[in-house]
C-alpha cells in the first residue's frame, strides 16, 4: 500500500508543480507518455503518493490520467516528493534529448 501524504503537503505541491513548473509538467508527460509523445499539448500534476506521481495529459483535445513512478522506488517522507520530481525532470530530461537546468 502507497504511503498517502497529509492533505496540506499533497496541496502545497501541487501548487508549487502547476504554478512554477508547468514547463516541467509538460515536459515529464511528453517523456513518459507511452510512446514518447510531442504531441502531449498540456500536462498539470493532479496528485502524488508514495509510489508516483499522477498528471492529466491532454493529447489531442482528449485527456488522460498518467501515472510515473519515482525513479528512487517508494518513499515516504516529505523531503523525498521534491527530490523524486527532481530526478523525475532529470530522466525526462534524458529520454527527451533536453539539457536540464542546473537545481538550486
Do not use: K, Q
Amino acid at each position: 500500500m502507497p504511503h498517502i501524504f497529509d492533505s496540506t503537503v499533497t496541496a502545497a505541491v501541487l501548487h508549487h508543480m502547476n504554478d512554477d513548473h508547468t514547463d516541467d509538467n509538460l515536459l515529464i508527460a511528453r517523456a513518459f507518455s507511452a510512446p514518447a509523445d510531442a504531441e502531449v499539448t498540456d500536462a498539470v500534476m493532479t496528485g502524488f503518493d508514495g509510489d508516483g506521481g499522477t498528471w492529466r495529459v491532454t493529447r489531442g483535445g482528449t485527456d488522460a490520467e498518467l501515472v510515473v513512478p519515482w525513479p528512487g522506488g517508494p518513499i515516504a517522507e516529505r523531503p523525498e516528493v521534491r527530490r523524486e520530481i527532481v530526478a523525475l525532470y532529470d530522466a525526462a530530461c534524458a529520454r527527451l534529448g533536453v539539457e536540464p537546468r542546473p537545481h538550486a
